[in-house]
């Protein structure tokens, strides 16, 4: 592949995605990670994307104002979120019905599940759904589907409400996977959006286990409406950014508590 046409292809890749890791682009252009970095200097340079830690953004513009608020989170906690998602995956086999909610801990794990086969995901969240589109590999058989549920799109390209809750009412998972907007001993786990607290009700109601995945700076953030109590959540999967007094109340609230390393 020419200079040329490799970064014209990571171009369009941040751009399609609205973000993408050093890591993500090496492998799928099957080049060193040292090339992609010095190529996104480049393209930066020349005003064709933003070089962000481990990776790169589209230029503001290129994305709605509701992409760049999921691309924004989208760097935060960046490495707790990969060891959760590396974690989680591990209970993901070929053949599975798997539910994904919006945010952007779901979608890190959608990349780790890109290459498992024969799955079903089914998902609310575009971003998600994007994340299994894969024209590179046209050739290859397909053996993955993907169920995208309509509904009222949000600022962080969910898709929530009455429409999204019927379509997952009848659903059967094997898993089901929730990111948080926040974690609270009280409150429970919540998010800003009471449309998306239902959905996200009715995701975990569907999945045969029901697991949430959250980093430690959800722990103690309080959102307008709460998802569910601690009390009814069955696995919770956190990083060991979490101290240890938060770990001792978390563990006596939940079903299990899965405390996982930072790579």
Do not use: C
């Amino acid at each position: 592949m020419l200079v040329a046409e490799r970064r014209a292809r990571i171009v369009e890749e941040v751009a399609r995605r609205g973000a993408a890791s050093i890591a993500e682009l090496a492998d799928e252009l099957g080049v060193s990670a040292m090339t992609v970095r010095r190529d996104i200097d480049v393209l930066a340079d020349h005003g064709k994307l933003d070089k962000v830690r481990g990776g790169a953004t589209a230029r503001q513009g290129e994305t709605t104002r509701q992409d760049r608020t999921f691309v924004t989170r989208m760097h935060h906690q960046v490495e707790q979120k990969r060891a959760i998602a590396r974690h989680a995956a591990a209970w993901v086999e070929p053949g599975m019905a798997v539910g994904l909610s919006g945010g952007t801990t779901a979608w890190v794990l959608a990349q780790e599940l890109r290459d498992v086969p024969e799955l079903t995901v089914v998902t609310n969240s575009l971003p998600v759904a994007e994340v299994f589109r894969r024209p590179d590999r046209s050739d290859e058989p397909y053996t993955q589907s993907v169920v995208l549920t309509g509904g009222v799109r949000t600022p962080s390209d969910s898709l929530v409400g009455p429409v999204a809750v019927r379509s997952l009412e009848h659903l059967h998972l094997d898993i089901a996977f929730l990111g948080a907007h926040g974690i609270d001993l009280q409150a429970g786990l919540t998010t800003p959006n009471l449309l998306e607290a239902e959905t996200d009700r009715a995701l975990l109601a569907a999945g045969g286990r029901a697991v949430v995945l959250a980093d430690h700076s959800k722990w103690g953030v309080v959102g307008l409406t709460t998802v569910v109590d601690l009390r009814d959540v069955e696995r919770l999967v956190v990083d060991d950014g979490l101290d240890a007094a938060a770990r001792a109340t978390l563990a006596d609230q939940v079903g299990e508590l899965v405390v996982v390393p930072e790579d």
